[in-house]
């Protein structure tokens, strides 16, 4: 039906460090030579939880979208934008927030969870309980068909799917509906009617889900429909009317985790980071201080690899016969700790390598960043302005 697309977002957070790359940058890498995407800076949300401190958003801005094309996001295959510099964003979040049960947002699991744990940050406000709300229309303003999710980010696709049907059930029964489908089946032929007729009962009788994936490939096969009218078919087929808003699938992605130089979670706040762009000899510098197995006081004192954060590094970054040497050497006292770190210094050095030589055409001319992002909220703008047509149109908003 509507062309398949990826939209995903990040707040500005300032410069990147591994453990994003390895947690969500080399996902979009993949995900840009295999689906039409759109990747965009999430500035906007940014103020939900910092909205008293907005000096460093812009910043934040500039050096992530550095940090995403020095990672290899392609811009000449990927969208990148801004959120605020498609205002559509705004407007569809407001227009569903007319139509939002307030529980659906009290119930999503983050919203508690984030309160709790940003004791520190004044959360009782609009902007942050809406923000799931917000998210749901920087997905479905491109009526996008995939999302890359972690685990804890499924209830928000869940909600972006319920608000898409209730979308599309209250709006959906656009004027003269019933003659447009009787209009669009004459369109369709007398033969693929008829299966499609069959295919509606089936699913409408019977609930053969199989019977909506027949009917999808039946009417994109139909060159004599328009887009319209196959999605006007497609909503009478599943009793919802014309999908307006399109319910995307949530693209669960696999779970590739860099911990921090201490063994937890990698984060610039708990001081135990490596920045994507980080300069070799603080690297360096910070490989071999970092800390090891506890228990090996001495150079001969046998030590437990899966008691050391190194050992962690080591299974992202060396090959099995450097991962049997360290298991070995580090259980045997055979090698010592500098010894065995030096290969993660390397594995992390040459990841960088070309990500710092990209990055440099960007920080020597600002402006190529400015025209990559200024063009991808040209395209992500048009995109967005098309769904809003109908939304607007479908909510008695389109003023002639
Ligand atoms: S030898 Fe390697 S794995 Fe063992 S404690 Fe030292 S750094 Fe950690």
């Known amino acids: 039906m509507y062309p398949e697309r990826v939209v995903s977002g990040m707040r500005p957070t300032g410069a990147m460090h591994l453990g994003h790359y390895h947690g969500a940058l080399k996902n979009w890498i993949r995900m840009q030579s295999e689906h039409p995407c759109l990747f965009f800076v999430a500035d906007w949300h940014a103020l939900t939880t910092h909205y008293d401190d907005p000096s460093i958003i812009e910043t934040s801005t500039w050096d992530m979208v550095i940090d995403w094309l020095a990672a290899g996001v392609d811009p000449s295959k990927a969208t990148i934008f801004i959120q605020s510099r498609v205002p559509e964003h705004a407007e569809?979040?407001?227009?569903?927030?007319?139509?939002?049960?307030?529980?659906?947002?009290?119930?999503?699991?983050?919203?508690?969870?984030?309160?709790?744990?940003?004791?520190?940050?004044?959360l009782a406000t609009y902007g942050f309980l809406g923000y799931p709300l917000l998210q749901a229309a920087d997905v479905l303003i491109y009526r996008a068909s995939m999302v890359p999710v972690g685990e804890d980010q499924i209830p928000h696709i869940e909600m972006m799917r319920e608000l898409a049907r209730r979308f599309n059930h209250l709006y959906g029964k656009e004027k003269g509906f019933e003659e447009k489908i009787q209009e669009a089946l004459k369109k369709l032929g007398g033969k693929a009617a008829k299966s499609y007729n069959q295919l509606r009962a089936e699913y409408q009788e019977q609930g053969k889900h199989e019977?909506?994936?027949?009917?999808?490939?039946?009417?994109?096969?139909?060159?004599?429909?328009?887009?319209?009218?196959?999605?006007?078919?497609?909503?009478?087929?599943?009793?919802?009317?014309?999908?307006?808003?399109?319910?995307?699938?949530?693209?669960?992605?696999?779970?590739?985790?860099?911990?921090?130089?201490?063994?937890?979670?990698?984060?610039?706040?708990?001081?135990?980071?490596?920045?994507?762009?980080?300069?070799?000899?603080?690297?360096?510098k910070?490989?071999?201080?970092?800390?090891?197995?506890?228990?090996?006081?001495?150079?001969?004192?046998?030590?437990?690899?899966?008691?050391?954060?190194?050992?962690?590094?080591?299974?992202?970054?060396?090959?099995?016969?450097?991962?049997?040497?360290?298991?070995?050497?580090?259980?045997?006292?055979?090698?010592?700790?500098?010894?065995?770190?030096?290969?993660?210094?390397?594995?992390?050095?040459?990841?960088?390598?070309?990500?710092?030589?990209?990055?440099?055409?960007?920080?020597?001319?600002?402006?190529?960043?400015?025209?990559?992002?200024?063009?991808?909220?040209?395209?992500?703008?048009?995109?967005?302005?098309?769904?809003m047509v109908d939304v607007r149109s479908a909510m008695g908003l389109h003023y002639r």
């Open 92 to 122: 569809l979040h407001l227009l569903l927030s007319m139509a939002t049960p307030l529980g659906w947002l009290e119930r999503v699991p983050t919203y508690k969870d984030q309160q709790e744990k940003l004791a520190d940050r004044d």
């Open 211 to 284: 019977a909506v994936a027949h009917a999808k490939t039946l009417l994109d096969q139909a060159q004599s429909l328009s887009l319209n009218d196959r999605e006007r078919l497609l909503g009478h087929l599943e009793g919802t009317g014309r999908v307006i808003l399109v319910e995307p699938q949530a693209k669960l992605t696999e779970a590739s985790r860099l911990p921090g130089l201490d063994g937890q979670k990698m984060s610039k706040s708990y001081g135990n980071a490596i920045a994507l762009r980080e300069d070799r000899e603080s690297v360096v």
């Open 286 to 387: 910070k490989i071999r201080t970092m800390p090891t197995d506890p228990a090996r006081v001495r150079r001969t004192d046998p030590g437990e690899p899966e008691k050391c954060p190194v050992w962690q590094l080591h299974k992202v970054y060396s090959d099995e016969p450097t991962k049997e040497w360290v298991l070995k050497g580090c259980r045997s006292a055979g090698i010592g700790c500098i010894e065995c770190k030096q290969p993660v210094v390397d594995g992390v050095l040459r990841e960088q390598e070309p990500m710092r030589e990209r990055a440099q055409q960007y920080l020597d001319n600002p402006a190529l960043v400015r025209d990559i992002v200024a063009d991808g909220c040209d395209k992500a703008r048009k995109l967005a302005q098309e769904t």
